[in-house]
């Protein structure tokens, strides 16, 4: 009786999260999330950036079978991004140079790379998933502005939001709902980028070196949707922390570590052991620095806003110190600079390892 008692205050003082992304697969930092002993996510929401929103909740319907979780809802959310579109994408490079990678909205790649082609298409088609389609978890019928707000209703000061895709869901729960940032306990996003470098010597990283060897401050999450940034940004987080590209650098899926990643006899482990290697782990820095924040060895205290000219810097990160800042609604964040990357990485494998929960519907193939 006593135990019994006892398990409801245990539940209580889970950490309650929203896991908000534009998920184009099986991903370890969500898994991450749902594997932690001691955080309750409360919902995967879905928004455009890497994969249409549409795409993104079926990843995130059948991540939730794989994982055993077929409770936590999947919402999805914004299609498009609040002004920025694909034709005005086209002009801009058309100006100012190609970008190196434009999401949903990318065609072909402007150099030779080691990724597969990209999957151009509408957000009216998704395509079959290689893990195999959802069958027992379905869409939730909210949208993913709605469900963070009733979720930071319904337990104000406790749910912390990590975005690790555009912000676009966050900015119209904000527009919404005023008091949306500070109900909230807080909010971790990946994105953005102040001076990132090239850490690691390998084929893999000198091809994402690409991306901010000559545009340090661009980086894609804040990129597809510039104004949904600065609306977040601006908002009164109680506690806002940055991870932007620079500490990713340092990071890399290695066949060596996709092995301890995927070191089970679980559907986890399985659908772990598919993913490509050679790319960083930026969402997984995330998740992780939220679940351990003394991986962080260095961090910045700058304040922070997105550049929504339409000009050659649209999109780019801008930053201050804080007594340089102009004082127009960016707020203070604590901005990532590095990670214990040996910590980090058994923190993932040791998660991803864990025992799961029982799988739903089809079998990992």
Known sequence: MALACALPSLAAEKKLVILDDDLDGFSPAQVMALQAPDVQVLGFTTVSGNAWATDATAHARR?????????????QGAIYPLVNTEAETERWEALYGKLVWKGAWMKHWVEDNFQADPQYHGPEIVPDLKLGNPSVVKASSELAATFMLRMVHAHPGQVTIIATGPLTNLALAQKLDPQFAT????LIYMGGSLEPRQVLDSDAAKQFAREFVNTPRREFNIRFDPEA??????????????????????????????????AAQTPIAKAIAKRQTGFPLWDELAVAVWLDPTLIIEA???????NIDHGA?????????????????????????????????????????????????APVP
Not at 63 to 73: A, F, K, N, Q, R
Not at 230 to 244: F, L, T
Not at 300 to 306: G, I, N
Not at 319 to 348: H, K
Request: glycine content about 6%; aromatic content about 4%; proline content about 11%.
């Open 300 to 306: 910045d205290d700058l304040m922070v806003d997105t």
């Open 313 to 361: 810097g649209y999109g780019d990160i801008l930053s201050w110190s804080p007594p340089y800042a102009p004082g127009v609604g960016e707020q203070r964040e604590t901005v990532v600079r590095q990670i214990d990357v040996p910590r980090f990485e058994a923190l993932m494998s040791q998660l991803l390892t864990r025992p799961q929960p029982r799988a739903v519907g």
């Open 183 to 186: 109900l909230a306990k807080e």
């Open 229 to 262: 940034a600065s609306i977040v940004m601006r908002a009164p987080w109680k506690k806002i922390v940055m991870v932007p590209a620079d500490p990713s650098t340092a990071t890399e899926v290695t066949p060596a570590l996709l092995k301890r990643m995927s």
């Open 63 to 75: 991540m939730l079978e794989i994982t055993g979780h077929p409770d936590v809802p999947a919402v």
